[in-house]
């Protein structure tokens, strides 16, 4: 077969590589020299050489390889870049690279998760929700009795539309807070990240920064592009919420996180997020494989460099003996929050 260009959108085409063992590999390799955005930031905070890792991998006795052998070889490349945004593709297999989330606790046990939403939850797109009845001693040794509205999103690749928003809100309009659980919720469609995140403040706030690729060195980029979240003219909850994160809040749920740390009633609670701070784009080796990688980096409002995850407000974790007896310890810390 012919050699194949490697075409991105906004680049200038690359000389074509060979359709060979040592050419793909070769191909991937510059694929992300030239085009990868976070080479330099790798480099300083894992310690990753590109250019030694060109070394080892095309140095590596490839005429013994199948095609099998020849996926897992590039798969393993991709790897050492510990990006959840960088992917291999081919028609057997997806190159992939996890440990952002496998390394860590889980902080979620969905059974437990959908005790407390039960099944008589209502679906507004993307999110399930109900009210939580509470009853319990306040500091006053009173009994108390109050509501607080539960929202699960478990991705953003379903639609969240402001419309929906607005009957959550309703529903929930003598609660005293909403617990917002995005636990696992491994990204999907920015749109609906901004949209949801948009009812939560009460003036356009500036929330971060993104920047791209403009040349082939490793730090040719554009000058950082503001990005704000403005409020829509539909209801707004202006009262307490918890943000609830893992290590799987993951792309455009990282993306949320960090617009909803600007939110003026919002605690974000859990653990660290895990990232996936650079906006993924799409190419192809000469053997037909597909790449993914990270493009455009995105920043807080700080411009500091979200691929690694957002630190919550307040550290908590899942009690695994607790949730032995149905009892959700995060969730319970996001009540205490509210209440």
Same mark, same amino acid.
């Given at each position: 077969m012919t050699g194949l260009m490697l075409l991105l959108a906004g680049c200038v085409s690359?000389?074509?590589?060979?359709?060979?063992?040592?050419?793909?590999?070769?191909?991937?390799?510059?694929?992300?020299?030239?085009?990868?955005?976070?080479?330099?930031?790798?480099k300083q905070t894992l310690g990753v050489d590109w250019k030694e890792v060109r070394g080892r991998y095309l140095t590596a006795r490839l005429d013994t390889m199948n095609a099998y052998n020849l996926f897992d070889h590039c798969a393993a490349m991709l790897s050492e870049l510990k990006d959840g945004h960088v992917n291999l593709y081919s028609s057997a297999d997806v190159g992939r690279n996890w440990s952002w989330r496998e390394d860590y606790p889980k902080n979620l046990d969905v059974e437990v998760r959908e005790s407390y939403l039960g099944t008589k939850y209502k679906i507004a797109g993307g999110l399930k929700y109900r009210i939580l009845e509470r009853e319990y001693v306040n500091e006053k040794g009173q009994a108390v009795k109050d509501s607080v509205g539960y929202v699960v999103c478990e991705s953003f690749s379903s639609a969240v539309s402001h419309t929906g928003i607005n009957e959550v809100f309703y529903h929930f309009i003598d609660c005293k807070g909403i617990i917002l659980d995005i636990r696992g919720n491994g990204g999907g469609n920015l749109d609906n990240c901004t949209v949801l995140s948009s009812h939560f403040f009460e003036k356009k706030t500036h929330v971060?920064?993104?920047?791209? !690729?403009? =040349?082939?060195?490793?730090?040719?980029?554009?000058? $950082?592009?503001?990005?704000?979240?403005?409020p829509p003219e539909y209801i707004r909850w202006l009262r307490p919420v918890v943000v609830l994160t893992n290590r799987s809040c993951y792309s455009a749920a990282n993306?949320?996180?960090?617009?909803?740390?600007?939110?003026?009633?919002?605690?974000v609670a859990g653990d660290r997020t895990g990232g996936g701070g650079g906006m993924p784009f799409n190419a192809e080796l000469p053997c037909g494989w597909g790449v993914r990688f990270s493009a455009c980096p995105e920043y807080d409002a700080d411009g500091v460099?979200?691929?690694?995850?957002?630190?919550?407000?307040?550290?908590?974790?899942?009690?695994?003996?607790?949730? !032995?007896? =149905?009892?959700?310890?995060?969730?319970?810390?996001? $009540?205490?929050l509210i209440e």
């Open positions: 690359e000389e074509p590589f060979e359709n060979t063992y040592v050419g793909n590999v070769d191909a991937l390799w510059h694929l992300i020299d030239e085009h990868y955005c976070f080479l330099s930031y790798k971060g920064y993104m920047s791209h !690729k403009t =040349g082939k060195g490793w730090d040719d980029f554009s000058s $950082l592009e503001p990005e704000y979240i403005t993306t949320f996180v960090r617009n909803m740390k600007h939110a003026p009633y919002v605690i460099v979200v691929e690694h995850g957002i630190d919550p407000d307040v550290v908590c974790s899942m009690d695994t003996e607790k949730a !032995k007896d =149905g009892v959700d310890t995060m969730i319970e810390t996001a $009540l205490s």
